[in-house]
């Protein structure tokens, strides 16, 4: 894993901008898989930004996001899918058609989960963008999904649910079930930026880096990815840095006591 630790969450928006529009102007054709929430906000803007100064253009590229509720509407505000065009796609020339978001209709859920799956093993992703739950949960396989899981529908764990009532008027008005991408879906992607910020984040951040990788903590999985950047700002990083801290005062005192008794 490579990690950056950024003083702030513009300059990790900064940061994981700089990465894709580098991925991009290689390769303008690319495939790049999709996150919700807050943590993205800041990168889909200086994105927005890139492209309205003619610096890039999104006219090839395709994307697949990797959930979305069950249980509202796409034409919801907090819809993914009306987060998605919100916050990225109006402003941008990518096209109707190369967009990917996992549909939610109740009554064909599954054909739908093995349709999303099809596409994801016909075209590999060449960048998946991630936030981390503070749970540990990437995309929304939450704390004991089997690390082999591709497309499927989840139950969200309460402590989701909680973290993302902010969005919504109260914790009944939350979705209880999403489909997502699985572990699978996600490691199968070429490159992984993960984005992290703020304290809330910090305990998460260290057992992701730090853990044993368990499905216990699904987010300790990326440890496994040979192309995998976690892109942090100081108070998410926090805890991490502390820890290595202890590490390099252990190592410390190991080495004065070899000295002294040799
Ligand atoms: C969103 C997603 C989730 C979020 C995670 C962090 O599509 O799959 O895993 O990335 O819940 O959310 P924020 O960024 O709102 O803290």
Same mark, same amino acid.
């Given at each position: 894993?490579?990690?950056?630790?950024?003083? #702030?969450?513009?300059?990790?928006?900064?940061?994981?901008?700089?990465?894709?529009?580098?991925?991009?102007?290689?390769?303008?054709?690319?495939?790049?898989?999709? @996150?919700?929430?807050?943590?993205?906000?800041?990168?889909?803007?200086?994105?927005?930004?890139?492209?309205?100064?003619?610096?890039?253009?999104?006219?090839?590229?395709?994307?697949?996001?990797?959930?979305?509720?069950?249980?509202? %509407?796409?034409?919801?505000?907090?819809?993914?899918?009306?987060?998605?065009?919100?916050?990225?796609?109006?402003?941008?020339?990518?096209?109707?058609?190369?967009?990917?978001?996992?549909?939610?209709?109740?009554?064909?859920?599954?054909?739908? @989960? @093995?349709?999303?799956?099809?596409?994801?093993?016909?075209?590999?992703? %060449?960048?998946?963008?991630?936030?981390? /739950?503070?749970?540990?949960?990437? /995309?929304?396989?939450?704390?004991?999904?089997?690390? /082999?899981?591709?497309?499927?529908?989840?139950?969200? %764990?309460?402590?989701?649910?909680?973290?993302?009532?902010?969005?919504? #008027?109260?914790?009944?008005?939350?979705?209880?079930?999403?489909?997502?991408?699985?572990?699978?879906?996600?490691?199968?992607?070429?490159?992984?930026?993960?984005? *992290?910020? /703020?304290?809330?984040?910090?305990? *998460?951040?260290?057992?992701?880096?730090?853990?044993?990788?368990?499905?216990?903590?699904?987010?300790?999985?990326?440890?496994?990815?040979?192309?995998?950047?976690?892109?942090?700002?100081? *108070?998410?990083?926090?805890?991490?840095?502390?820890?290595?801290?202890?590490?390099?005062?252990?190592?410390?005192?190991?080495?004065?006591?070899?000295?002294? #008794?040799?």
């Amino acid at each position: 894993m490579k990690i950056m630790i950024c003083k #702030n969450y513009d300059e990790i928006s900064k940061k994981a901008a700089s990465i894709v529009l580098k991925e991009i102007q290689k390769k303008p054709d690319l495939t790049i898989g999709l @996150a919700t929430g807050s943590s993205p906000i800041g990168l889909y803007k200086k994105l927005i930004e890139a492209y309205q100064k003619n610096k890039i253009s999104f006219k090839s590229v395709t994307s697949y996001n990797l959930d979305e509720y069950i249980g509202i %509407d796409r034409s919801h505000p907090q819809s993914y899918y009306s987060f998605m065009h919100e916050h990225l796609f109006k402003h941008i020339d990518i096209q109707n058609e190369n967009i990917h978001i996992p549909e939610n209709d109740i009554t064909r859920i599954d054909e739908l @989960a @093995a349709d999303y799956n099809k596409k994801l093993h016909e075209h590999q992703l %060449d960048i998946q963008i991630l936030g981390i /739950g503070s749970n540990g949960h990437i /995309g929304f396989n939450e704390p004991g999904t089997p690390l /082999g899981n591709e497309t499927f529908i989840v139950t969200l %764990d309460e402590q989701t649910r909680m973290d993302n009532s902010r969005f919504f #008027n109260s914790l009944d008005e939350v979705p209880k079930y999403a489909i997502t991408m699985g572990i699978k879906n996600i490691m199968y992607s070429k490159k992984i930026i993960l984005i *992290a910020s /703020g304290k809330e984040k910090a305990r *998460a951040v260290l057992k992701m880096i730090k853990g044993k990788v368990t499905k216990s903590f699904p987010a300790s999985i990326l440890q496994l990815h040979p192309d995998c950047t976690v892109i942090l700002d100081e *108070a998410s990083a926090a805890k991490l840095m502390d820890s290595s801290k202890n590490e390099q005062q252990k190592i410390k005192a190991v080495k004065q006591k070899t000295t002294i #008794n040799p």
